[in-house]
């Protein structure tokens, strides 16, 4: 015969009696999800950049870097026009004559003389004539056979006849040098002297000088 057990609503009872005496948990309020702040980003980003850029500063070298000045460009002038004047220079001739030969043996030509014709001489004064001359004959003036002496007029002269101190070619020259004395009185004195090869006289000069 099947027997009732009583055991098990007696447990169900005293479970639920315990739950009834037991304290009711405070139940925790869910917290709300966070609005959403758009404007927030943007303050994040820029927070970001500025620490970034802070951070690029600091690692940056501390030296000044140098200036280096640029030279101011320089202001080109305006190109003028140039005019150029061709002035004709007129030829000069040459003072120098052309040296002209002689068919004769024997031929001068004079180039210089000291004292000029019309010098004026003290009274009783020593001096000296240089006659400068160009051998311009086809011979060439020997020194063994060709002097220079005196030809005419006062005799102003202290030697009347000198040797050529050397040979003179065709084209050459050669100073002839006379030492003389002024006379006492006052007067306009001419002396000729000549170069002679062998008996030939050629070459005359003549001074003209005042005494006073």
């Known amino acids: 015969m099947y027997k009732r057990d009583y055991r098990l609503p007696a447990i169900l009872f005293a479970i639920v009696f315990l739950l009834a005496c037991a304290p009711i948990a405070a139940a925790t309020p869910v917290a ?18 500025d620490a970034a850029a802070t951070q690029t ?30 002035i004709a220079t007129p030829t000069v001739p040459s003072l120098t004559p052309t040296l002209e030969i002689s068919s004769n043996p024997y031929a001068c030509r004079l180039s210089a003389q000291d004292p000029a ?37 006062e005799k102003l002269h202290k030697q009347s006849v000198y040797d050529l101190p050397t040979s003179v070619p065709t084209g050459g020259q050669i100073d002839v040098i006379v030492n003389m004395k002024a006379p006492k009185a006052e007067d306009t004195y001419t ?3 000549s170069l002679r090869a062998g008996k030939e006289d050629f070459c005359k000069l003549h001074l003209t000088v005042q005494v006073k």
């Open 191 to 193: 002396t000729t002297w």
């Open 117 to 153: 014709d019309n010098s004026i001489i003290s009274k009783n004064a020593d001096f000296a004539v240089i006659w400068r001359v160009i051998n311009v004959g086809a011979n060439s003036w020997d020194a063994n056979s060709v002097d220079f002496h005196y030809f005419s007029g």
């Open 57 to 86: 500063f600091v690692s940056l070298p501390t030296s000044t870097p140098t200036v280096t000045a640029t030279r101011t460009p320089t202001e080109v002038p305006t190109s003028t026009p140039t005019f150029l004047f061709l």
């Open 32 to 49: 709300a999800p966070p609005v959403f702040d758009p404007y927030s980003l943007n303050t994040i980003i820029a927070q970001t950049a």
